[in-house]
């Protein structure tokens, strides 16, 4: 079946702009996490959701970031007044539930360059 | 906080050689621990993971052991091939959390080569 995709798959913005990054999980995962990749770093967590609720939003790393899963299945990733240290990619996860043996799965990622 | 430390990179082995990439981590209670792997131009792909102490988990000739009490969980092959050649992530996930984030290492390059 279908993975988890985003899109865009790259984005390129001049700095200032904003910007929406888009995940379908897999159908009926009802968790669903984003994380930032920096080059050459390791996966950080951003956020998370189950179903429509944003449990945790702990790691967006300013009032400029925003995440949405209005239905409880596609979520947004919002970046407003974008900044040159938001260059990364942007990794969206889906789990069937969120219990501690529900594997994650990655969608490709979108790479955000900031110019 | 919980924390992943892995060894740098890159690890240039030839072909049929023996790989090892260590792991250790910090976390309080009895964390989940996972490898990732990094094709080239793909996403994040699970490998293996282990869920509590004394574990193993193995995949496509991939092992690591949970080892609670040097807190570790390297990555080792028998014998590798040119395929392998991708970024592993070593992460763990806490226990009875709300979230069950997973917190990663930077990553190890590795290149096989023929």
């Known amino acids: ?115 | 906080g919980d924390s992943v430390t892995q060894m740098e990179g890159p690890v240039t082995l030839s072909e049929e050689a023996f790989l090892t990439i260590n792991c250790t981590y910090t976390a309080t209670g009895y964390p989940s621990l996972f490898w990732y792997v990094q094709y080239p131009g793909e996403g994040l792909q699970l490998l293996l993971k282990a869920t509590k102490a004394d574990d193993k988990g193995s995949n496509k000739g991939f092992e690591a052991t949970y080892r609670k009490e040097t807190t570790s969980f390297h990555l080792e092959k028998g014998s590798v091939q040119v395929s392998d050649s991708a970024v592993y992530f070593c992460a763990l996930r806490g226990y009875g959390g709300a979230t069950n984030k997973l917190i990663f290492g930077t990553g190890t390059l590795l290149a096989v080569q023929p």
């Open chain 1, 1 to 115: 079946g279908a993975g988890v995709s985003q899109s865009p798959r790259y984005k390129v913005a001049k700095r200032g702009q904003d910007v929406a990054l888009r995940c379908d999980p897999i159908s009926g995962h009802v968790s669903l996490f984003w994380y930032q990749q920096a080059l050459g770093q390791g996966p950080e967590f951003l956020t998370y959701f189950q179903n429509e609720a944003q449990l945790d939003k702990s790691g967006l790393p300013s009032d400029r970031f925003f995440a949405e899963r209005p239905e409880g299945s596609v979520s947004t990733l919002k970046i407003q007044r974008t900044q040159q240290e938001d260059s990364a990619v942007y990794l969206c996860a889906s789990s069937l539930a969120n219990g501690n043996y529900n594997e994650q799965f990655f969608g490709p990622g979108t790479r955000l360059t900031v110019l």
